[in-house]
């Protein structure tokens, strides 16, 4: 079991920052993947950045230049700094982590919620 909290959620006028936190903890070994996902009332969740254990990483078009994620593979935390937020950004994020090789699992946070508006 993976058990993971996230943190740094809030309300945020249009152009600030806000940055998440995740942290995992139990029987973790090598996490492959972290990053965030998040989903806005009435639309399906979807991603928002990943990284791999080597520092790859991948980011919705949407937030490419304005967010930055990042990982402590020692500590085995993934951040992610949102800048330039705008209202289109207005949803619950959530942590996501994977592992590929055995013991493989795929676990998600509980969610934090991120409102832009002023």
């Known amino acids: 079991q993976v058990q993971l909290v996230e943190s740094g959620g809030g309300l945020v006028q249009p152009g600030g920052s806000l940055r998440l936190s995740c942290a995992a903890s139990?029987?973790?070994?090598?996490?492959?993947?972290m990053g965030w996902y998040r989903q806005a009332p009435g639309k399906q969740r979807e991603l928002v950045a990943t990284?791999?254990?080597?520092?790859?990483?991948t980011y919705a078009n949407s937030v490419k230049v304005r967010f930055t994620v990042s990982r402590d593979n020692a500590k085995n935390t993934v951040d992610l700094q949102m800048n330039s937020l705008n209202p289109e950004d207005t949803a619950v994020y959530y942590c996501?982590?994977?592992?590929?090789?055995?013991?493989?699992?795929?676990?998600w946070g509980q969610g934090t919620q991120v409102t832009v508006s002023s």
């Open positions: 139990g029987s973790i070994f090598t996490i492959n993947i």
């Open positions: 996501y982590v994977r592992r590929f090789r055995t013991p493989t699992y795929e676990y």
């Open positions: 990284i791999t254990s080597s520092g790859t990483t």
